[in-house]
């Protein structure tokens, strides 16, 4: 027991040893407990196979703490992060905006509408019915600037818990130089600073990543928080649920040799994932529009996308005698892209009747069957054409000034439509050309890089590395395959994820650097 009254002679000494003990025995285990809980340290300030925040916990002074990591703190390490991939929208003055962004913006306000006041609206948007709605209390219809500080402070916090878990030595300035570059030489920061989902899908990428292969660098608040982040990024936008779906299945087949418990609560905590944002996202559809289902509002991508390609069109324009086929009525107007059949106001869709477009969506299914088997190895040859120009297609071209912004600005929008128009971007004055420029320069230099490290990757197969890189790679693949068969080779398809390519290269270079410094030392 602790004496707690020292004698007269000997208080000074006597104060000392107390705190001492009271340090020894109650301060120190007590905070080594907390620490435990917020970033997996071990007891003793020691880690059990890996360090993912050895440089921020050790005390000042140590051998090897030194500079950075001595003061900065993962919440800061994550705020400078967040400020960096902001610089666009601060450089714009305004938020980077698209056209489908006002979309969101209307949609989430008729769906608050209804849901508060029940008063229902037959439409709600083409596009996500959650996305819509979560954004909404950031904005209220007033400024943009919270949603690009939500989506910026995400990015940063995941790539921060992805540094951490492949990083022991000074993690904190490793992240925020990765930052840096990322932020200047990658689309990384123009899609954190785009109102749209768009960048939702790498993050939701990379936690797969950080769940599957790196559970042991987390805490249990930050897999639940991992968890919520993957269901909204899944429920936002269509394309993110296809990947993930196709990920977790190329991630089964890797694994399943090798199946164990440990693996199986892997894979359900997946499976929750996808559950909780498809049963959201068809619950509200429920309560908007009286139906359970995925996703309501819908448009004919595939239908426009043969047409596009030729085999459609070729097929219709010899089949149009049989009267089955609602796309005959439109035969005479269907040249052009497959953008320009579903959103141009002169496109097939836009002209189409409520009746009209049922129908076609109905058709979609047996039209594609049939014109696929009519022209298979033409429709073969221009999807591999689609799949490899939209893995190169990744230019910042998206963010030019589009006329439908300023029309929908004013409208919906009207608070902040002159810093819109003051904006770099209304006035066509980001360096866009420049920026694409050095993209493409950093994803070449990138892949030399992991090209150059295969040897030492190969000797050494550091595992979180290793499924880093299977992480990043099929959604690259896939992202193409997807957008670009699919829908329409568009830049910021691929843009959105081509910049997972730089950070796998930053970090095979962080990890091959700390590798050959802790052979040195041992030599």
Known sequence: MVELIAPASDSHVGASKIVSELHARRIRPFFARVAKQIFNVRRGWSFRRFRPVSDLVSPVGEPGKTGMGRFISAPVAVFLGALFLAWPAIYNGFPLIYPDTTDYINGGRLIATALIRHHPSPYYGLRSTIYSLSILPFHLGVTLWPVVALQCLLVSYVLWLVVRSLVSRKPAARFLILMLLLSLLSSVSWFASFVMPDILGPVLYLCVYLLVFARESLSRLERLALCLISSWAIASHSSHLLIFASLCFFLVL?????????????????????????????????????????????????????????????????????????MCKYVSNISGTSTRFLFDVNGVWANASADSQNRILQQEPSFALAAVRAYPLEQAEKSASNFFSQLITFDLESLR????????????????????????????????TLFTFIQYGGVVASLLCIAALVPWLWRSRPARLLGLGLVIAHPVVVNALVTGVLASVLDRFEGRVIWLVPLLAALCAFSWQESHAAASTRA
């Open 401 to 432: 000034p589009h006329p439908l912004v300023e029309i929908q600005i004013p409208r919906d929008l009207p608070r902040t439509q002159r810093q819109y128009f003051e904006g770099r971007q209304a006035r066509n004055q980001l360096p866009l």
């Open 254 to 326: 890797l694994s399943i040799r090798h199946f164990n418990r440990a693996q199986l609560r892997v894979g359900l905590e997946l499976t929750a994932i996808l559950a909780l944002a498809v049963g959201a996202q068809a619950a509200l559809n429920g309560i908007l529009y009286g139906r359970f289902s995925q996703g309501v509002s819908r448009v004919p991508f595939v239908t426009a996308r043969l047409i596009a390609d030729g085999p459609g069109r070729w097929y219709l324009e010899k089949h149009c005698g049989e009267p089955r086929w609602e």
